[in-house]
């Protein structure tokens, strides 16, 4: 297991400033679209695609690729721009967001390269993470399958069928991701559907669970590489995120779990993100 050096750790960072640029640059010329989920998850996705995540831009299709899963589809926003930074596509796709016949849509599908699952109806993404693990050890291949999830999505009883199916067959090359920032479509999850407690339940399915701070580079990367030792039980990171994240308007606001920031708002953004 390495530790990343604080140039590493330099370059997540301003990886996750532009990311953030880029996501709101891209829904404010789209008029729609889902910031809130998109900008708590950041540092999360940036860690694992710039540091943990063995991947090819250049041959998407490469069999012993790790797979990664965004069951949350809402966070389209975020993983384009990733996409579009590690050269799976160009950074000018991002400006047709959401325009009809574009590329790039409100949520993933299998015609963008480095999309491993259509996304859009909550609750699938660990199911197929499931099954892609499973395929991965019949095969004989190195291959570890992550799956970003929601956490309205919790409630969702396929997420907790899943669950249980990866614990039986011991799945330790699949790992779970929950952005943990309290809010969902609705509201706040605590008053929709109670989740807690949400890491003792996931480990009363057992389940290798690790609790991390969103935002912190050292915890992510021992998170990730520490599920990489576990043996015969997949890994769950809850990541303790806050929605909107980087931008004082948007932060704790169910408001923007769907809303586009206008381009007169971008200004202000902008101030926000030097």
């Known amino acids: 297991m390495g530790m990343a050096t604080s140039q590493e750790i330099t370059k997540l960072q301003d990886i996750a400033r532009n990311t953030r640029k880029v996501i709101l640059e891209t829904l404010a010329e789209a008029g729609s679209g ?71 849509q409100g949520h993933p599908d299998m015609d963008i390269p480095g999309i491993e699952m259509p996304a859009g109806s909550e609750g699938i993404g660990l199911s197929v993470g499931v099954g892609q693990a499973l395929a991965a050890r019949l095969d004989g291949r190195p291959t570890r399958t992550y799956v970003l999830m929601g956490d309205g999505e919790q409630g969702e009883g396929e997420v907790w069928e899943a669950a249980m199916s990866a614990s039986k067959f011991k799945l330790d090359n699949l790992v779970g991701m929950i952005d943990r920032n309290g809010i969902q479509q609705d509201g706040l999850t605590e008053q929709i559907m109670p989740l807690e407690p949400l890491a003792a339940k996931w480990r009363a399915f057992n389940w290798n669970v690790i609790e991390v701070d969103g935002y912190d580079y050292l915890q992510l990367i021992e998170a990730f590489d520490t599920a990489e030792m576990v043996k015969n039980r997949p890994t769950m990171i809850i990541a303790h995120t806050v929605k909107g994240k980087g931008i004082s308007f948007m932060e704790w606001s169910p408001t923007y779990h769907g809303t586009a920031p206008t381009k007169e708002k971008m200004e202000d953004i902008y101030k926000e993100l030097k």
């Open 34 to 104: 889902h910031p809130g989920g998109s900008l708590s998850a950041v540092e999360l996705l940036v860690t694992l695609y710039f540091y943990k995540l063995r991947h090819d831009p250049k041959n998407p299709k490469w069999p012993d690729r790790d797979r990664f899963i965004l069951s949350k589809g809402h966070g389209a926003p975020l993983l384009y721009s990733i996409l579009a930074q590690a050269g799976y596509f160009p950074m000018s796709e991002l400006k047709s967001l959401r325009k009809l016949g574009a590329l790039l």
